[in-house]
């Protein structure tokens, strides 16, 4: 509901607008906050755990797709939650809601694609052609993975678009929508002082549709985005700047985790793969393993896409038992790191 929210306020100003100077809202201020014994979720977090889907041998050869909403939905899901959240607190600040901060604004702006536009950050874009994206070249010469430094790290406006293939061939996927954008509006005769600020525009506004008319009503039903568009917010209020409630972000909106597949193909080569540790990012994506989106979102009508898992309260392996280069070395089991950062 608050992702909606961010939707019908278009007459928002650009300023930096979160709650408390950057803190998180609360829907329920009301409320006490839920108080749940720590060595459970910890129990709960570990490999083998009733959480844990390959710790269900009993389930073996039950489905647990959901083909009503494509995999695709759930990294993009993911993609619009570095778009309005990033919480870089401490990570013992986490059991202390006061002290979380989100640094981003509240808004379905793609923040994370543009980050401060061609002249704060330069390094996103193209020397050559300041109003486009710079775009990264594979293994076969291709502009089909991410630009990155001599290390492999991305080169982005938010880091956590890289942690793995799936979500980095995402943002690469809305920076060449954003360059195509570009050379329209240039065939277009649009002049050149405002192509890019256009370009951003247009790209917003399609963004923005493709999450209202599209991912919401597969996620939450379609009876209720229709009355949420048509007698608005029951519950998201705010008495003057706007803010991402700690309730969703650290809470309601971490659904999408249980959404994973175990497995995904990736294209026609038959690339496949587990999210972690075989798509983990920071490195290259090569020509073998770039995403067709055929395989992730309903593009071809003769050829349905991987679903995605039901929700429900079962982690796939892969993100119960996450690699060193995602979660750093802890003793803190992995799965509950998971969603801190990355999510």
Known sequence: MSTHSCMIAPHLKDELSTAEGGKYGRMFPDLPSPQTDETILLTLGKSGSVMDAAARPY??????????IPAGWT???QFIAHDITADRSLLLHHARL????NFRTPRLDLESLYAARPTGSPYLYDLDDADKFLLGINDQGEMEDLPRNRQGRALLGDPRDDVHLIISQLHLAFLK???AVVDYLRAK???????????????RWHYQWIVVHEFLPLTVGEDLMEELLSTGLKFYAYPD????PVEFADAAYRYGHSQIRSLYTLNDLGAKGQVFPDCAGTCPVPHDRAVDWAYFFHVDEKRPPQASKRIDTVLAHSLIDLPTSVVGNTEIPESTLWPIETW
């Open 189 to 203: 005769g649009v002049p050149s002082s405002a192509v890019f600020s256009q370009a951003q525009r247009q790209v």
């Open 59 to 68: 389930e073996t050869g039950v489905s647990t797709d959901n083909p009503a």
């Open 241 to 244: 700047q706007p803010y991402i």
């Open 75 to 77: 990294f993009f899901g």
């Open 177 to 179: 929508f954003h360059n």
């Open 98 to 101: 006061n002290e979380l901060r």
